[in-house]
């Protein structure tokens, strides 16, 4: 792209910056079409579809069990439909190749590490969360409650824990660490880590959600960079989901006092975890240091240049206005 003149006279260094900085530009401002369009196709499918749906369910007057079913299947579509598209056709246009995607076989002592450190990250989220629920809490304003209910049909609860447990760890893995991180490394991977770690955490358009889902993009962009393979991050966002799931399900039928209990019991066990996870790490001294960016800009100004376009602060903007209407006054 423009490393090659990086270590030329001054003119030729001159120019190669002004060459990542507008390729940079341009990327940035693809990147938040492809967002937008996201945010539209799954509020699209989230009304005018969803409303079609159960107009269609109540005119065929169907049972509970079908309807659950209908609905997670359904939960389905709408990550093929609203998620893969707008990233699928992103990646066309920067001519991304998907066998550019980092595939490299992770290894197991280091994969478990990784996701220990990642869950470790995750619990020291929870006092973030909390600070920040209280902030708001100041205004009238509360995060909407997202309960994990496992449905009664055996069909619908199956598709239930993939909708929750496999299916964002493949799609989000696939489109945030995979697409977007990738297409954004020639500007540095601490660069690519921290945008697509906002980017991931936004997606999740409400606050209870924001600072774990930022903190869980940190960890998982940056293990997927160091293992250079995006099954570490599928495999440790699965193995995230899968345990939320499965204390969401055992509290189920608990009082707010149990519901708590499980609460600390995961804020404990994923606390351990991390400090398991760091243990290894440096006990095998390994470096942990990410590559040395080999982009003519300086790391703060990749990121003012990327946060100062237009379309980047629209996106920002719509963001806000989303967050808003997913409090509960």
Not at 41 to 54: M, P, S
Not at 183 to 197: C, E, K, T
Not at 227 to 253: C, D, K, P, R
Request: with cysteine; proline share 6%.
């Amino acid at each position: 792209m423009w490393y090659g003149q990086m270590n030329g006279p001054d003119g030729q260094f001159d120019r190669a910056q002004q060459a990542a900085r507008r390729g940079l530009q341009a990327r940035g401002d693809l990147l938040s079409l492809a967002l937008l369009m996201n945010l539209a196709l799954l509020y699209l499918c989230q009304t005018v579809v969803a409303w079609a749906v159960v107009w269609w369910i109540r005119r065929m007057g169907l049972s509970t069990g079908a309807v659950e079913v209908i609905n997670e299947l359904y939960t389905m579509v709408v990550y093929g439909a609203a998620f893969l598209p707008p990233y699928l056709l992103y990646a066309r246009v920067c001519r991304l190749p998907f066998r550019s995607l980092p595939s490299a076989r992770p290894y197991p002592p280091v994969l478990a590490a990784g996701a220990g450190v990642t869950l470790g990250m995750s619990a020291s989220s929870f006092l973030l969360g909390l600070g920040l629920n209280l902030f708001f809490a100041l205004f009238g304003l509360y995060p909407m409650d997202i309960p994990l209910t496992l449905p009664g049909n055996p069909l619908a609860a199956v598709l239930f824990v993939v909708n929750i447990a496999l299916l964002p760890a493949v799609v989000e893995e696939l489109i945030f660490r995979g697409i977007v991180l990738q297409s954004l490394r020639p500007w540095g991977d601490g660069f690519a880590v921290a945008v697509s770690a906002v980017l991931f955490a936004l997606l999740h358009r409400n606050t209870a959600q924001f600072p774990n889902a930022l903190l869980m993009g940190v960890a998982l962009g940056y293990f997927v960079v160091k293992t250079n393979s995006l099954w570490t991050g599928m495999l440790i966002h699965l193995a995230n989901n899968a345990f939320i799931l499965l204390l969401a399900v055992a509290s189920q039928e608990m009082g707010y006092l149990g519901q708590l209990a499980i609460q600390g019991f995961q804020m404990a066990l994923y606390g351990l975890a991390g400090i398991l996870g760091v243990w290894y790490l440096w006990h095998r001294r390994l470096d942990l240091r990410l590559p040395a960016s080999r982009c003519p800009l300086p790391q703060r100004e990749c990121l003012s240049v990327y946060a100062t376009r237009p379309l980047t602060l629209v996106l920002l903007a719509v963001f806000c206005g989303v967050f808003f209407l997913n409090f509960s006054r």
